[in-house]
């Protein structure tokens, strides 16, 4: 009988070791927010607990609100330029938009074009960066990086990685065809298939984040295309061969918005964790955040990050790059069937 | 009330929690997917009702009917190979290990089994990259001269899977060979058989049973099985759990996901078919 | 030929262990990345592996999850089997196919069911979800191991109990069970290591409190890290010790 007490005994133990309830926050996130050098200065501070569940994709997203009850999330972590789609069906609640610290973003990471709907606030800037090229500067010729038509030319076939993410590659492909991703529409995403499917075949492998990493990271690809800051930011002490540029035909940019889920139980509380994500100290945490770095919407962020940190960022020639970004494109749910519908028939071509 | 009906109460009172529980979790579940499957999708809401218009799709679209293409494929290519490696393994633990060794032979050569799944994927991934063990051995040893581009292609996947059922082939069909009498082998080299015969008219035909019981756990195992090819497989073609995941993760398009596995209960149930003769399963 | 044996053996037992000893090395790798070459050795890894709180959380999630599931099933089973194997009932042979059944059904498709059954019944993702299913796919196991076990020597043993007048729940706690040890014994840690490890069931029927693997799938998605080589080679280290406590306790005393 020994051996069935130990199991009964060990259980009782892990039963009691389960901490006791304390108030509790739900928030639908992107991994950059699972980190705990972001989450547990709030938790301390507040003495409250964050439950944290990743998500992929808006679609993903607006699935497990739909299929929610009123109160189950507080907070929502959402594309920018996805906050209005979520605002439509109900999912974000208004933000006072006077107590949001926006005065000391970058102009261009207010978004309010995004973040507002009908004069009210809904979410609020946290992150950005970019979707464009990513190389090893030591196998690829950086001059080459600087036009797209070099990665189709067939000087690079096989050693190309693509960042597997519909929007933004497609967003790319676009940007290379000179149609700007606002204009991408069922009209002319037929257009994006040839060169779409041309960039494939150049290609070695579509991957997902960590996969893409590995694969620059230990020589398997020399390029990720679709790929930025995001993606090379965390390997730079290891490599420091591993850099990003913008072609001359654009790049995306990325923008994710932070906002308070309609019918949370704690409103308060909700709010205090979007102020503190969007307040300079949680800013630099989220920045350097251990899943993906990116750039901090708050400027005063600058001054609680190393310049280590900064010069990875690119910190200094933000104005250069925002100025030559475009942000993602916005499909409406038909569109948006279509451009995933070629995303797989790429994956499976 | 008689011996037999008392007899009979108790023997339903006992059945009944284990087939309440299959019936709630497994049965009603199932049929729940299958009316999901015929449910179609209006923009992002799911509309319940009688369409199918799903099935219509995974059998014209390219794109899905491939994804069920890759995924035989590589099941039936997996099943072979691993078939073909553990045979020889389990003989020769059954025959030639000295038999107070053969259980640690066993347990060392399953060992490798209770590495977490997962990480069992990942470190395939590990080994076989571009500057992995393996190519770094392959090129120390001037076999290749370029590495050899293993990761994210359709071999990946198969030397992952293959890993994984050498190990539940060879307990399967050891289990099998051990059972076997010796007796036989020798009446039938008593009879002028010589070696080959033996083992293809005699041995052979005496293990079928666990091969094909562990080919159809390795079948059903390696179809269903969304890790391995997601990892390893690096999206260089679409297997069909890859696809579902695909509907459900991103596009949270729930119908086409249930179709899908329907679709692939149906392939599985015929490859049940198939195997039934010499399935074991209550004897695993 | 006996030279050939052993060097296929050999062979075969490199392939088996080569991803395992890649997996253990490069969790000592002194630096970001766990491929080859080795920058030297430390044990910052496993440091900081075990302080972190969301993956200590899973582990003991994990085990929970993986005790009382297959607790659960073995309970089951083992009614079920003794019913099957000794009261004569209308279609046995249906009944045994029945519950047999989840063991022929990828895991992905049991998931997709309860997900789905679940949405519609309005029962939220948890770790309670999760051990539903788990107790799903290790029914059959623990069924087939106890039925396959149940011969006649108990038999008589049994009618023995019930002609002396034990009740039948007397019978099965006090004389079967303890009779059936080792196979109950197998079937609960067969169990609790299929639990342990299932991935996909527990990926889509957990919300916030998930299991052990699919928090180190998302470490996974999350970069590539030594970490997980560290967390991997813990969780090879557990794993191991059950098989072999499994193998001492249970399979030693049996013969």
Known sequence: MAHIRLPATSLALLLMATPGLAQELNALVWCDHTDPALIEPFEQKFGVKVNLKEYEGTAAGLAILDQSRPGDWDVLVIDAVDVARAVAAGHLAELPADKLPTADFFPELVMAENNTVDGKTYAVTEKFGYNTISYDKTKVDPADMADMASLTSGKYDGRIGIYDYYLP??????????????????????????????????????????????????????????????????????NPNLDWTIPKQGALRWAQSIGVVAGTSQPDLALEFVNYIVSPEGQAALATSSCY?????????????????????????????????????IPDAALDTAMQDLWTEMLNQ | MTLAARDRRLGWGLLAPALIWTAAFFILPFLAMVALS??????RTVVHGFDPGNYVRIFTDWTMLKALINSLEITLVVTVVSVVLAWPLAAIIAFRVPARWQRLALLLAVLPFW?????????????????????????????????????????????????????????TIYANLIQLSPNYARAAQDLGANRWQVFAHVILPLTLPGVVTGAFLTFVLCIGDYITPQILGGNAELTLPQLIMLQLGRSGNFPL??????VLMAVVTLAYFAASRWLRLDRV | MRALSWAYLALAYAFVFLPVVVLVVFSFQDGRLPVPPLRGFTLDWYAKVLADRKLMAALVNSLLVAALSSAVALVLGFLAAHALARVRLPGSALLRGVLIAPMTVSY????????????????????LAAGIGHVVINLPLCFAITYAAMGDHQKNAERAARDLGAPEWKVLALVSAPMLAAPLAAAFFLSVTFSWDEFIIAFLLTRFDVTLPVEIWSMLRSGLSPATNAVGSLVFLVSVTLVILLEILVFRRSK
């Open chain 2, 115 to 171: 590495t977490s799944y997962v990480v069992r994927s990942y470190s395939w991934l590990l080994v076989l990259g571009q500057n992995g063990v393996v190519n770094k051995a392959l090129l120390g040893l001037g076999v290749v001269a370029e590495p050899l581009q293993i990761v994210a292609t359709r071999s990946a996947t198969v030397i992952g899977f293959v890993h994984f059922f050498v190990m539940l082939l060879t307990l």
């Open chain 2, 257 to 262: 996901a249930s179709a899908l596995s329907v």
């Open chain 2, 38 to 43: 015929f449910a179609s999708m209006d923009g």
């Open chain 1, 169 to 238: 590659v497609l967003g790319l492909v676009a940007l290379g065809q000179g149609v700007n991703t606002a204009d991408i529409t069922a009209d002319t995403l037929p257009a994006l298939k040839d060169p779409l499917m041309a960039l494939r075949k150049a290609s070695k492998q579509v991957a997902e984040v960590v996969a893409a990493q590995t694969a620059l990271a230990t020589g398997e690809v020399d390029i990720v295309v679709g790929g930025g800051e995001w993606l090379t930011a965390v390997l730079a002490a290891e």
């Open chain 3, 108 to 127: 992905l498709i049991i998931a997709l069911g309860l997900l789905s059954l679940f949405n519609q019944i309005g029962i939220r993702p948890s770790l």
């Open chain 1, 293 to 329: 770095w990116g750039m901090p919407a708050n400027a005063k962020a600058g001054a609680a990050l190393s310049d280590e940190a900064k010069a990875v960022l690119r910190w200094d020639e933000q104005p250069e790059f925002l100025a030559r970004a475009q942000l993602y494109p």
